[in-house]
């Protein structure tokens, strides 16, 4: 079925509501699994045509965010999903507290009662208002960056069709386009500010609310972190500073002779080659095309996922004005089917999102057949191991997709998680010390992510950036506002997706089939197991990091980049 084709109803939540209860009452008279069973079957069956609708208007919403019918179903679901919020938690207390908690387990895997017990800690009524508040403040700051209108030598850009004048050859074209993207950010400073500034008293006061000291516990929990928490990341940062963060320092020096500079400035970084950066062989019609020759080659799995995208119009790929900035991947339970939303930009990026949100979508699509929907994704540091993970295992394709500039991709690629570890370890220590300190004010925020940010990335010069001297960057990063914690997420899962790398440089046919084992386990087991059953190295156990990170580094080595 066509996703244009999809109908969109808006459910009425009194009816969910009084339909729920009903399941609820045989869940407690239920004397039998079988009879419990059922229960739980219908009320999966209603959650699902809840979440399908609400997740069908975020994405016509994504979309076109200036569709006035999307908009307004838009902020309905940002009311309505914390009251649906309310009615799950419900079925989750039903769970925890049922008199067969061995015969639960034994039936559905102790993985969901973990995580309900999470969400029974994560939710009461009396944050119901101030959900729906962190909703709307949410939207405020993915209205404000998606209609974004940047004017660059005389015509309008948003912030995705500026990148490529970003990292343009030209140096002066570099420092203009990069001073006109900060001017947007500079004269919305005072918005973003005040955006933030709510969300983190928001945060603070609806985890107070729930018994928590801070917002910090509570995060980990509702991000339904079931086997590690805020010491085991601290403890992982330290492993990035200490053996990734000097790396990425010789990969600047690196650069800078490459591009045949003594000093990289800010405006400087985005350019990775003197002869340009490697740029797709092709347009957004060509790059579909190669990509399923590229599935149909990879595997009969692949073949049949990327065959149903596209006869069922499943991917949004075109940067668009009004469009929301960024990529994702979602799923809609009620069709099976899952949808990847991006935005191309003419730049290597348009492959990597290509494949790393077709990571995502695979996975969902191997796991459709699991009926607890809990199980249909993993937790996020898990979902972001199929999506980068699925970056690597293609290399084999990427020369069909950049020709002549395969070499410079490659070579590029493989450097990123030296180049980015650092910077996501920075947002997320940044993100635990705005949480610790919720009554810090804009400036002491700007301040604390200058010094953070200089921790790991040392090399970074902003010249005469008064908007980025003062600590303005992170302003562009959307998951610290729309998803707090959920940035270590990449970091922990890259170090998990260079070891499948690695695996595949050595046995291709057996890194392929672990990737497969863990796209089929779903979210059907917590991070950590997921990771002993794909024969992956924990993160946080000590020299992991320098392990994994010296592998990429050799790997990396064996390429004379000052030819490319």
């Known amino acids: 079925m066509n996703f244009n084709d999809y109908e969109y109803k808006r459910i009425d939540l009194d009816e969910v509501n009084i339909a729920m209860e009903k399941q609820f009452a045989i869940m407690e008279e239920a004397t039998s699994i079988e009879a419990l069973d059922l229960a739980i079957k219908e009320i999966y069956r209603i959650r699902n045509e809840v979440e399908t609708m609400s997740t069908l208007a975020s994405i016509r919403f994504s979309i076109n965010m200036k569709d006035e019918f999307y908009k307004a179903e838009n902020e309905y679901q940002n009311n309505a999903s914390p009251i649906m919020e309310g009615i799950v938690h419900k079925f989750y207390q039903k769970l925890v507290h049922s008199p067969m908690q061995e015969e639960i387990k034994a039936h559905y895997g102790e993985h969901l009662m973990n995580l309900a017990t999470l969400a029974v800690k994560t939710f009461s009524d009396t944050i119901i208002e101030d959900l729906q508040e962190e909703n709307r403040l949410i939207t405020s700051y993915s209205m404000l960056v998606g209609n974004a209108k940047i004017e660059f030598r005389g015509k309008d850009y948003n912030l995705s069709t500026m990148t490529p004048f970003i990292s343009d050859y030209d140096r002066a074209t570099r420092i203009e386009a990069q001073k006109a993207v900060t001017r947007f950010f500079e004269d919305h400073e005072a918005e973003f500010d005040d955006i933030y500034d709510k969300l983190v008293k928001l945060r603070h006061k609806i985890a107070v609310k729930l018994g928590y000291e801070n917002y910090i516990q509570f995060g980990y929990d509702k991000l339904q972190r079931t086997d590690y928490g805020p010491d085991d990341v601290k403890k992982f940062r330290e492993q990035v500073y200490e053996y ?34 490697p740029k797709p062989a092709g347009d957004e ?6 990509a399923g020759k590229m599935y149909r080659e990879l595997s009969p799995q692949t073949h049949d996922f990327f065959k149903y995208m596209m006869g069922n119009n499943l991917m949004d790929l075109a940067s668009r004005d009004g469009k929301r900035p960024g990529g994702y991947c979602t799923y809609m339970s ?7 939303f991006a935005n191309f930009n003419g730049t ?17 699509y191997q796991s459709r057949g699991y009926e607890v929907s809990e199980y249909q994704f993993p937790t996020l540091e898990a979902c972001e191991i199929h999506s980068m993970s699925m970056e690597y295992l293609t290399y084999p394709w990427m020369e069909r997709f950049f020709g002549e500039d395969y070499e410079k991709f490659i070579y590029d690629h493989s450097s990123k998680p030296i180049e980015f570890i650092p910077y996501g370890v920075a947002v997320d220590e940044f993100q ?33 950036n008064d908007f980025l001297r003062r600590g303005g960057y992170w302003f562009r990063q959307g998951h610290i506002f729309r998803v707090p914690f959920y940035y270590i997420d990449y970091t922990l899962a890259l170090i998990c997706a260079v070891q499948f790398h690695v695996k595949s440089t050595q046995d291709s046919k057996k890194a392929w089939e672990d990737y497969l084992n863990l796209c089929n386990q779903g979210g059907s087991k917590s991070f950590l197991r997921l990771l002993e059953s794909a024969e992956l190295d924990n993160p946080f156990h000590e020299g992991t990091v320098q392990k994994v990170i010296d592998k990429v580094w050799a790997l990396l080595n064996q390429i004379d980049d000052t030819n490319l």
């Open 285 to 290: 019609a060509y790059m579909v095309e190669e």
């Open 348 to 364: 290597d990026h348009d492959v990597v999102v290509l494949t790393h949100e077709a990571g995502h979508a695979f996975q969902v």
């Open 244 to 277: 990734i963060t000097p790396l990425r320092l010789e990969l600047k020096k690196k650069q800078a002779k490459r591009i045949g500079l003594d000093h990289l400035y800010y405006y400087d970084a985005p350019l990775y080659f003197n002869t340009g950066n």
């Open 334 to 340: 009620d069709y099976q089917a899952p949808y990847i």
């Open 432 to 464: 635990h010390w705005v949480y610790e300190y919720p009554q810090a004010t804009p400036e002491q925020r700007k301040q604390k992510w200058l010094e953070i940010d200089n921790k790991y990335r040392p090399e970074i010069d902003y010249d005469d």
